[in-house]
């Protein structure tokens, strides 16, 4: 018979963070994927963002959703290099790399890459769809940005009108190939944006989350991609509400082109409260009103008729026996 193990304090710590750990990691995952519609996973050239994508196909495959991937930008071998045998049963690979403009007339993509987009989510069942773009970037190089969002709106509202649970879309986008308009359209779309961005080595994920009736929220997360594609939390979280600002929305000052200037001077402050404004009855207007005479008060009006004015000679106020 096994003699019983006696974990030490400090290793009992140990496991509890451990595990810890990994339920921080599960549920940063999780909350992007919790809401269905476009996750915009915004990358650069420091920062490249697909391993961070594969790091969230893998966390769907683990909750045990459809998955559909349209590669676009590397080959499929590259692409599933990484995953285990279990993640890459469930991945569903639509192979656009090999050859992108359809000149062998592939019968996948009958109608071209949109299309075959489209119908990734007509469901066979009814578990939540995870639908995968590598890359967007290629997408609106390819197409016009009104189509591509018109088909992103699409899809994910999908959801919606069909028996499926929820539809998510992972769009990958390298945010420095493309202009302000395509970014701003894109970002209107999303309900979640996670922009990619680091300092000395370390990577940090800035999540915007767009709530149905809920303050928009700003989350910073210190994260490591592992080699399996798990995510290594790291300190220096925050969260915050920000009903007002957008990360990728510049702040304005209304006040920088003013033609008058709102703020006054010491000196012109002195000179504003000595004034005596029109409206303002004074003890000096009283006096000068209480002790005038009558012949400096007196007053005359002359008047000269018009040629066509209708006078009456009579007097208006006969009757009124004054």
Known sequence: MPRPVHWSRRGRDAIRARLSGRGQQSEMLESLLAFGGLVLLRDSIEWEGR????ALIKQSALCGEQIHVL???ISEEEFREGFDSNINSR????DLFRDPLNWSKNEAFPRGPLEALRAMCRPTDLRPVTIALDSLSWLLLHFPCSTVCQTLHALCRQGDSSPVE???????LHEELHAAGPLGALSSLAQIEVTLDGTMGRTSAHILYRKPRHRPAHQTQWFSILPD???DLQEGSTLQSQPHSDPHTLLVDPTAHLTFNLRLSKKERETRDSLTLPFQFSSEKQQALLCSEPSQASSHIFYEPDAYDDLDPEDPDDDLDI
């Open 91 to 94: 991945v569903v690979y639509h």
């Open 51 to 54: 391993d961070f994508l594969k």
């Open 71 to 73: 590669g676009c930008e």
């Open 166 to 172: 929820r539809v998510n879309v992972l769009g990958l």
């Open 229 to 231: 594609f798990s995510v």
